[in-house]
């Protein structure tokens, strides 16, 4: 079991969203200290703080709060786009929210659901059940980069990103054992996603695709 299996990569995606694989690189730094108490649940742990960005009177959003030693480096830069942002936004929001659930063990966990419809929801719940079948999680720091974005005719969103895994492991729940693995050129990710702005004003994921070992996204 991978820390983040290419489970997605089963999905279909839009010519659209396959566009422009931009070139990743770059290094990461920071080292995470494992703790198996979800942060916030009567622990007395502090959060691991979602950043849950809404606009003044929108829909209410599922708090996002994470085990101490899940922490991640978003790379993604602001735009000063109001809609690329919220993509931007909401996208970072649906990866956190997976963390969470296989963190709960909940394949059905609705703050990821909240973020992800149709076939990428569908393929979360099954990458979220993969973790619970093995009684485990996610631990470290994980990286995100290069991103790509750009916004459709159809009012669709493809969104291009990198992601580093160097140092994100599997931590096994009944051993408290953490699978330390080696990097190499699979421990970097492309994914390509198409998002869609739904009734409630959220991005949600529609389709997701990944490839592990992308030449495009290694140091």
Not at 44 to 50: C, L, R
Not at 124 to 150: C, M, P, W
Not at 200 to 205: D, I, K, Q, S
Request: hydrophobic share 30%; aromatic share 8%; proline share 3%.
């Amino acid at each position: 079991m991978n820390r983040r299996p290419t489970l997605l990569a089963a999905l279909t995606l839009t010519a659209a969203a396959a566009l422009t694989l931009s070139a990743c690189g770059s290094d990461d730094s920071s080292k995470s200290k494992d703790n198996d108490k979800i942060a916030g649940a009567d622990t007395g742990e502090k959060a691991t703080p979602s950043s849950n960005p809404s606009e003044p009177g929108a829909v209410r959003r599922p708090k996002i709060e994470l085990p101490s030693d899940v922490t991640y480096e978003f790379e993604w830069k602001k735009t000063g786009d109001a809609q690329k942002d919220a993509v931007l936004n909401d996208a970072e929001q649906r990866i956190r929210a997976v963390d969470m659930a296989i963190a709960k063990q909940d394949s059905l966990d609705k703050a990821y659901r909240f973020y992800s419809e149709g076939a990428a929801a569908a393929e979360s719940q099954k990458y979220i059940k993969e973790f619970v079948d093995h009684k485990a999680r996610t631990t470290g720091l994980t990286r995100y980069y290069n991103e790509s974005l750009t916004l459709k005719e159809d009012g669709t969103a493809a969104l291009v990103y990198c992601e580093d895994q160097s140092k994100a492991f599997n931590k096994f729940l009944k051993t408290g054992k953490t699978d330390v693995t080696s990097v190499t050129k699979d421990s970097y990710v492309v994914y390509a996603g198409t998002l869609r702005k739904n009734d409630r004003g959220v991005w949600v994921t529609e389709r997701l695709i990944s490839q592990r070992g992308s030449a495009k996204c290694q140091p």
